[in-house]
């Protein structure tokens, strides 16, 4: 005689082995170590990627500077320099009527314009007229002056302000400029120069028509100033 014990109930299907279960978070944790490495990868070729695009753009940019700007013949010497008129159409590929006009090869410093034969500085300190030529003499120039339109125009479109010119009025009771000479060509705006005394100097106003932009005013008024080298 026996008694047969018969499985029913929620534990009838449970079969008891020996082997414990696997933990199923043991698997999403590889899965997150896979994700890491895999992304650390890609970081790292960006990185490659992005560094070899910069050395490209680098590279790029050298070019083009060297085709825009191109390399200008050494000189070592100032008194040894040999000027052409090829050698300045080399240097200076933009000036105009260069075979109309006798240039010098004037190589001007940084802070100056150059423009035919002479170099401009236009400054953005505020002196009266006799300080303003001193501090040109001081860099080894003198207040600007104006015998021809080309300076005239081309000091008008870069200035935006009113500068002393090296014109004033002198104890000959005449504008004279600073070399001893009459003007030749007049660029007085219109009513001007008001009636004129001694002390009395003459501004460029910028950016205005440059057939009348001249004005006269007291020498001893602050204002921006053009000197001229050359």
Not at 157 to 180: F, P
Request: proline fraction near 4%; aromatic fraction near 12%.
């Amino acid at each position: 005689m026996y008694i047969k014990f018969c499985n029913f109930g929620p534990y009838a299907d449970v079969k008891v082995s020996g082997k414990a279960k696997e933990d199923p978070n043991t698997d999403v944790y590889q899965k997150v170590r896979l994700y890491k490495r895999i992304s650390a990868v890609f970081i790292i070729l960006s990185l490659l990627l992005l560094a070899v695009v910069l050395a490209l753009a680098m590279k790029l940019f050298e070019v083009q500077s060297i085709q825009k700007y191109p390399e200008r013949p050494e000189v070592e010497k100032p008194e040894e320099f040999n000027c052409s008129l090829q050698l300045c159409q080399t240097m200076y590929p933009s000036t105009q009527d260069v075979q109309k006009h006798v240039y010098r090869c004037t190589v001007c410093e940084t802070g100056w314009l150059k423009f035919e034969n002479s170099c401009y500085f236009i400054s953005k300190e505020r002196l009266t007229w006799q300080e303003s030529r001193e501090a040109c003499q001081k860099q080894g120039g003198d207040l600007v002056v104006i015998n021809n339109e080309r300076v005239q125009k081309h000091l008008t479109q870069n200035g935006g302000m009113l500068y002393w010119i090296g014109l004033s009025y002198t104890e000959k009771q005449q504008w004279m400029w600073i070399n001893n000479t009459a003007p030749t060509q007049n660029y007085w705006a219109h009513g001007q120069p008001v009636p004129a005394s001694q002390g009395s100097c003459a501004l460029l106003r910028g950016q205005f028509s440059h057939k009348n932009n001249w004005i006269s005013n007291r020498c001893g008024v602050l204002s921006q100033y053009i000197c001229q080298r050359g």
